[in-house]
């Protein structure tokens, strides 16, 4: 199992950019689908992005295409969340996740795929 930490969260207004980041702990990282889900209060949690073992293979939320890109640094253990044209309903709680999968170019949009998790970072968007 991986560990997973996120940074980079805050307070951001409208129309502005973030980045969040993911570090992994552990050997095995360029063998798991890593993912970004995010949870807004009295929301359920929802898939946001993932992307495959190599980065060739992402799938991003229609409600984030276009704005968001999800990237990996394998020789980093990490994995990126570039945020771009922010808006209020972006506010959430977003946690990075970590699937093992047999496959290179698999990706998951199930949160229940995933078997590790960040402990979250917030993120506030103002209008």
């Known amino acids: 199992q991986v560990q997973l930490v996120e940074s980079g969260g805050g307070l951001v207004q409208a129309g502005g950019s973030l980045r969040l980041s993911c570090a992994a702990s552990?050997?095995?990282?360029?063998?798991?689908?890593m993912g970004w889900f995010r949870q807004a209060p009295g929301k359920e949690r929802e898939f946001v992005a993932a992307?495959?073992?190599?980065?060739?293979?992402?799938l991003h939320a229609d409600s984030v295409k276009g704005r968001f890109t999800i990237s990996r640094d394998n020789a980093k253990n990490t994995v990126y969340l570039q945020m771009n044209s922010l808006k209020p309903e972006d506010t959430a709680v977003y946690y990075c996740a970590a699937a093992r999968s047999s496959y290179s170019s698999g990706v998951y949009s199930s949160a229940a795929q995933f078997g590790s998790w960040g402990q979250g970072t917030q993120v506030t968007v103002s209008s």
């Open positions: 552990g050997r095995t990282f360029n063998s798991y689908v």
């Open positions: 992307i495959s073992w190599t980065g060739g293979r992402t």
